[in-house]
């Protein structure tokens, strides 16, 4: 069974600073797709950031941007210029063709100012 | 309202109580999920409906009865719920054809006692 693994439980960063979270998977397929939601306190789960594991470019999204090493099985989420409002758990997310999302068990970000 | 919605925002339900959850999407899609998050564990897919039917169902107890009677709306009823059944519970809507992309609502913060 696919597995993700997100081995920070939490991680902080200083306001305007770059921090990067790290997700790893294991998987025996070769097309899927990889996923970065935010969830911040008391608020609805968001979708930051995807990626098609057929595409070699790394995703961007503003401040946001993965680094996918599909022979590592890494997926991690780089966010530049951190924002209070960055502050959240952050969820990391696997699906091959028409299986479930599989998620994994999320890192906090705290962002200081 | 736009997005996904969900009622109540939060429950306390005795053990012996019947109680239902209600989601509501306004964004068009065909597909709606039931999550469970618990603290320190990645999101449970519990249940999956395309087109009104029921198309997955993560051994659920029985405890757990959903409802679809359309695709914007979905129901999830409770009975004689257990305190480890305490959790936020999320509802989640996509395109059949974008199965990948969820968007999700807020939660219902249910607390069993």
């Known amino acids: 069974a696919q597995t993700v693994t997100q081995s920070q439980p939490e991680m902080s960063v200083q306001e305007a600073e770059t921090v990067t979270l790290s997700c790893t998977y294991d998987t025996s397929e070769s097309d899927y797709y990889l996923f970065w939601y935010k969830q911040p306190p008391s608020r609805q789960m968001i979708l930051v950031i995807r990626?098609?594991?057929?595409?070699?470019q790394n995703a961007t999204e503003n401040r946001f941007s993965v680094n996918f090493q599909k022979a590592a099985k890494s997926f991690s989420l780089k966010i530049s210029d951190s924002q209070l409002g960055d502050a959240a758990m952050y969820f990391c997310?696997?699906?091959?063709?028409?299986?479930?999302?599989?998620f994994g068990k999320g890192t906090k970000l705290t962002v200081n100012p | 309202e736009t997005g996904v919605t969900q009622t109540p925002r939060h429950l306390v339900m005795g053990m012996t109580n019947k109680k239902s959850l209600k989601c509501e999407q306004h964004?068009?899609?065909?597909?709606m999920y039931w999550y469970k998050q618990s603290a320190k564990k990645p999101l449970e897919l519990m249940f999956v409906?395309?087109?009104?039917?029921?198309?997955e169902n993560n051994s659920v107890p029985s405890r757990f009865s959903p409802e679809c009677p359309n695709s914007s709306h979905l129901f999830l009823h409770l009975h004689t719920l257990q305190p480890e059944d305490s959790a936020l519970y999320l509802c989640?809507?996509?395109?059949?054809?974008?199965?990948?992309?969820?968007?999700f609502g807020p939660g219902t913060r249910l607390t069993v006692t």
């Open positions: 409906y395309n087109f009104k039917e029921q198309t």
């Open positions: 989640a809507s996509s395109q059949v054809t974008s199965y990948y992309e969820q968007y």
């Open positions: 997310a696997y699906r091959s063709g028409s299986e479930k999302l599989v």
């Open positions: 990626q098609e594991a057929y595409k070699q």
């Open positions: 964004l068009g899609h065909n597909a």
